[in-house]
């Protein structure tokens, strides 16, 4: 059965501080059209730049996650985008004048509520999602992190923290489906341990902190010099510690709030892959550094099933591009077009294509007759129509752009090529700005290095 994409029925607005600029800002939210996605407007700026909310403008997630473009930042986005894909919301317009979003009590819920207080809107536009066959996973990128997202019917999360503390040990959540995410998660507070202010403090954030908008958890062996620290800077009499060891007076909203927050966190900041996901995500420890980074995994695999829906009528599971797709993406043709598929393809970074070198060919009648061998400047034209490939497919509609490449450097050919030889194509990116891309390109038989050889190329208008 279809969905339909939804937006909110009419404007409303929040004021209150940042946490870590402590700037007072409003954050204004209007309904978007049928395909605007979620953007951010910076209305307190000349020209009031926008910012999609999108992982290619992620600029920052030291503390949080700021989104920006040409030096226009906002920061602090995540529990807004929380609440946003909480209500299922596709297209919504928010603006904020100034560079940090208001942290309201450090959850989701009082954005929430704002939205749901003016109530949802279905669109016009069909919603699609992102799905996959396969489970994705990622290891290791921070404090033992382990993520795996693997393939469901509806978007679900289960969650486990293990922080070796006292006063949290291990815990452990499951989010079944977005029904459940304002009752049992969008009112999770952020949180942080006490000796970690102290160095925030330092570095000139959370100017806007309070024990208003965040759990802070005692340590059960501050030094005098630490506890000395804190009193001086937040004016403590004594370092209160309260139930469970929290600077709090108030109770916990949850009795496991702390991984409850991490799921709305992750909420949020898969919210900038601008699709949504059908999914079960398995998450240890993960944090924004590692949630941004399995996006940015997500966001490839989308961009190269979209590439495919393009340009591949027949999906095949061992082909990205086939021959008909190839042809539709390069300007080449018989007896020129020097690439048959492509059999891996991650936009951005790497490329293998295939060529099956058969006695056929046209350049075998004039080069060595009777000791037939591809002349290795075509294996270099293959690499870089291979090249070219991925470059094209950086832009929305590659058959109006042809690769011109400027220079070819470090070539060696080390194995001559013969009819029946199959040749592979590895090209992977080494610098890449928007119309120039360098690359270093391997062309293999089997297993044998055959040339290899490193591109420029600038894209053009035909």
Request: proline letters at 5%; a neutral charge; charged letters at 25%.
């Amino acid at each position: 059965m279809e969905e339909y994409k939804k937006t909110i029925n009419s404007e409303i607005c929040y004021t209150g501080v940042g946490l870590h600029t402590g700037e007072i800002t409003t954050i204004k939210f209007l309904p978007a059209g049928p395909n605007e996605g979620i953007i951010f407007k910076r209305v307190d700026l000349p020209n009031q730049p926008i910012i999609p909310a999108d992982i290619d403008h992620v600029v920052d997630i030291s503390r949080g996650t700021t989104i920006g473009i040409n030096g226009a930042n906002i920061s602090t986005v995540e529990h807004v985008l929380a609440a946003i894909k909480g209500l299922n919301i596709d297209n919504i317009i928010c603006e904020v004048n100034g560079p940090e979003v208001p942290v309201a009590d450090g959850s989701a819920i009082v954005f929430l509520r704002l939205l749901k207080e003016v109530g949802l809107k279905q669109q016009s536009s069909i919603r699609e999602y992102f799905e996959f066959d396969e489970a994705i996973s990622m290891y290791g990128l921070e404090n033992n992190v382990d993520i795996v997202i693997v393939p469901s019917d509806d978007l679900k999360v289960t969650f486990m923290v293990d922080y070796k503390h006292p006063y949290l040990g291990t815990q452990y959540t499951f989010l079944p489906s977005l029904k459940f995410f304002e009752k049992d998660f969008a009112s999770a507070r952020t949180f942080c341990f006490l000796n970690e202010i102290i160095y925030l403090k330092d570095k000139g954030l959370i100017k806007g902190g309070s024990l208003d908008n965040a759990i802070v958890i005692a340590e059960p062996n501050i030094t005098k010099e630490q506890e000395e620290k804190l009193k001086t800077t937040f004016g403590f009499k004594e370092i209160p510690k309260y139930k469970n060891g929290l600077l709090n007076k108030t109770d916990l909203r949850y009795q496991n709030e702390f991984v409850r927050h991490k799921v709305l966190d992750l909420i949020g900041d898969i919210a900038l892959l601008g699709i949504p996901i059908k999914g079960h995500i398995l998450a240890a420890r993960s944090g924004h550094k590692t949630n941004v980074e399995l996006v940015k995994k997500l966001r490839k695999i989308y961009k190269k099933q979209q590439l495919q829906k393009t340009f591949q009528k027949k999906r095949t599971t061992d082909i990205v591009f086939d021959i008909n797709a190839i042809q539709r993406i390069l300007p080449h043709r018989y007896p020129f077009l020097l690439v048959d598929k492509v059999i891996e393809f991650v936009p951005g970074e790497k490329i293998t294509g295939i060529k099956n070198v058969t006695i056929n060919e046209p350049f075998f009648q004039g080069h060595f007759p009777g000791h037939p061998i591809m002349p290795g400047v075509l294996i270099i034209e293959a690499m870089a129509q291979t090249g070219g490939i991925m470059m094209l497919n950086s832009y929305d509609n590659p058959e109006e752009y042809v690769a011109y490449f400027a220079a070819i450097n470090n070539v060696k050919f080390r194995k001559p090529v013969l009819p029946g030889d199959t040749l592979r194509f590895e090209l992977s990116v080494i610098s890449m700005k928007r119309t120039i891309m360098k690359m270093h390109g391997n062309t293999f038989v089997g297993e044998t290095k055959v040339c290899e050889g490193d591109f420029i190329a600038k894209i053009v208008k035909k």
